[in-house]
């Protein structure tokens, strides 16, 4: 019974294959559905998420710092925790089968150069995306087949991705998201300069062999400058018409960056996007621009983004919340009071709870998970007045790691219960 019901919290991953007409070859994607999706005949919202190869949204072990826990992992918790609806998710291919050649959802200028990696064929990504990939997600899932209930995210090329393919097919997203986005600077002039010229974007205006299939025309070894540009989201919306832009002020756009720049992450570009955005009345509904004070350019720091930037597309999308209220409490009584969750940057995974006993009394202090469900119990004791700390190193009751997430911290009492949420990350 107990496999059966966890079954039904969990959502099913798929790595499938499908011939693409338009690469004229063979391509993989993964996919993600919900809770319940084999016993339904109900249609979902998709949301793409665009990086490079299929696998590294859903890969735990990415990098060595995402520890175990992928989006499917943060979509079957929120969706048990009733913090969005269901919905299907979608990594595509956008690069060659090994993952030495980038698409970028762009059409290349010289697919040939690119002929002996499996997986390019004609190295029409952008093509291959907008008719291939959603017309055979559409006709071979429970989608809902328009783009109000399609969205799209990335990190770093694939946040670039996102957030060009929105500039160019506004009609197919109503929902777009990009954390630490590789963004082309305007006309490919990067403002960081003390005077800026024409086409210095180094990280796109190159003479090497990053992205030459994609941007160089054969027999050339410069990048091709108008090229680039037609796939600059900032270029693209200057051009567009008032129709088209109209159509791109109605998506709700959600855009984080790293805090830092140069080879730890991609500020400045987020910050010039979004800056310029608002020339266009486009703006940025995240809120703050940069996602943490110490967050850096890592899946970590991307499935944190991603546990709150779903919630921004299932409400987009209407895959809404079922959930009214948090799960019980608050974070004070009048005799009691968490005055401070915070995760410590020690050298282990460490959050500091802080908390303040007005009248004496037997207060017992356990986290839950972001559904409620108990993970361990830190404190059972009486108190005196003051003020307490105590800390939880991320292992539940039986000494096993947890893996980042949302928790609360909670201390019952006698007169009743309290709770605070907290982030812990690892």
């Known amino acids: 019974m107990q496999d059966i019901l966890q079954q039904q919290l969990q959502g099913t991953v798929l790595k499938e294959t499908f011939y693409s007409p338009v690469l004229g070859v063979n391509k993989n994607y993964h996919i993600y559905l919900p809770p319940g999706y084999h016993q339904s005949t109900r249609r979902y919202p998709v949301l793409y998420l665009f990086r490079g190869h299929e696998d590294e949204w859903f890969n735990p072990y990415q990098d060595h710092s995402r520890g175990g826990v992928a989006v499917q992992h943060l979509a079957d918790e929120l969706i048990q925790a009733g913090d969005i609806g269901d919905m299907i998710l979608v990594g595509p291919s956008l690069m060659s089968d090994n993952g030495q050649v980038y698409g970028l959802g762009v059409n290349f200028l010289d697919p ?20 291939d990939v959603i017309g055979h997600i559409d006709q071979n899932y429970r989608t809902i087949p328009k783009g109000t209930a399609r969205g799209a995210d990335g990190f770093s090329l694939g946040g670039y991705t996102s957030v060009m393919l929105a500039m160019r097919h506004p009609k197919l997203f109503s929902s777009v998201g990009s954390y630490d986005g590789s963004h082309m600077f305007w006309k490919l002039r990067d403002p960081r300069y003390n005077k800026p010229h024409d086409f210095n974007d180094t990280l796109w205006v190159r003479n090497d062999n ?37 159509q791109v002020q109605n998506i709700r756009f959600s855009i984080k960056t790293a805090a830092y720049d140069g080879h730890q992450g991609n500020r400045d570009r987020g910050v010039h996007l979004v800056t310029l955005f608002q020339l266009y009345d486009i703006f940025n509904d995240a809120g703050s621009l940069v996602l943490s004070s110490d967050a850096h350019h890592t899946w970590k720091f991307t499935d944190l983004y991603m546990r709150e930037n779903i919630k921004h597309h299932a409400a ?7 959930k009214t209220t948090e799960i019980k409490g608050n974070h004070y009584l009048t005799h009691l009071e968490i005055i401070a969750a915070d995760f410590a940057e020690a050298e282990k995974p460490n959050v500091m709870v802080k908390y303040h006993v007005y009248e004496n009394c037997y207060v017992r202090i356990n986290i839950l998970n972001s559904s409620g469900g108990f993970v361990s119990t830190l404190k059972s004791e009486v108190h005196e007045c003051g003020r307490f700390k105590i800390s939880w190193h991320g292992q539940n009751e039986r000494g096993h790691w947890m893996p980042s997430g949302m928790y609360f911290i909670e201390l019952e009492t006698p007169a009743g219960a309290i709770q605070k949420k907290f982030v812990f990350l690892r």
């Open 316 to 322: 987009a999308l209407g895959a809404k919340s079922s």
């Open 112 to 131: 040939d150069a690119a002929s002996k990696h499996a997986g390019i064929g004609s190295g029409r990504f952008e093509d291959y995306f907008v008719e």
């Open 210 to 246: 990053m992205f030459a299939p994609v941007f160089s025309a054969p027999g050339e070894r410069n990048y091709d400058l108008d090229h680039l540009q037609s796939y600059s989201a900032l270029d693209v919306l200057h051009k567009l018409s008032p129709a088209k832009r109209k």
